[in-house]
Nanobody
Framework: QVQLVESGGGLVQPGGSLRLSCTASGSIFSFAVMGWYRQAPGKEREMVATITNLGATNLADSVKGRFTISRDSGKNTVHLQMNSLKPEDTAVYFC?????????WGQGTQVTVSS
């Protein structure tokens, strides 16, 4: 049973930073891809950032230059460093992992950017 546990969300002012973490129940290298998605109220879930088991990363255009995805294999954890946050980054952020053609999701963590 795969479990993904997210942490690090919260309330931050515009221009601030947050770091989200996603800890998997097994080795992160067992997943072909891990990543972060977000869903704002009334909007569809969208990809934010992904990292493959070979370390290749992909970022949505809206977050390039502000967000970074990285991994700590020793802790089975993937991080999303979010800098220069904007109100439009407000959403529930979900950790995702893909293995053998199946998607796994975390429970989500709320990020609110507001003054």
């Amino acid at each position: 049973q795969v479990q993904l546990v997210e942490s690090g969300g919260g309330l931050v002012q515009p221009g601030g930073s947050l770091r989200l973490s996603c800890t998997a129940s097994g080795s992160i290298f067992s997943f072909a891809v891990m990543g972060w998605y977000r869903q704002a109220p009334g909007k569809e879930r969208e990809m934010v950032a992904t990292i493959t088991n070979l370390g290749a990363t992909n970022l949505a255009d809206s977050v390039k230059g502000r967000f970074t995805i990285s991994r700590d294999s020793g802790k089975n954890t993937v991080h999303l460093q979010m800098n220069s946050l904007k109100p439009e980054d407000t959403a529930v952020y979900f950790c995702n992992a893909l293995r053998s053609g199946r998607d796994y999701w975390g429970q989500g963590t709320q990020v609110t950017v507001s003054s």
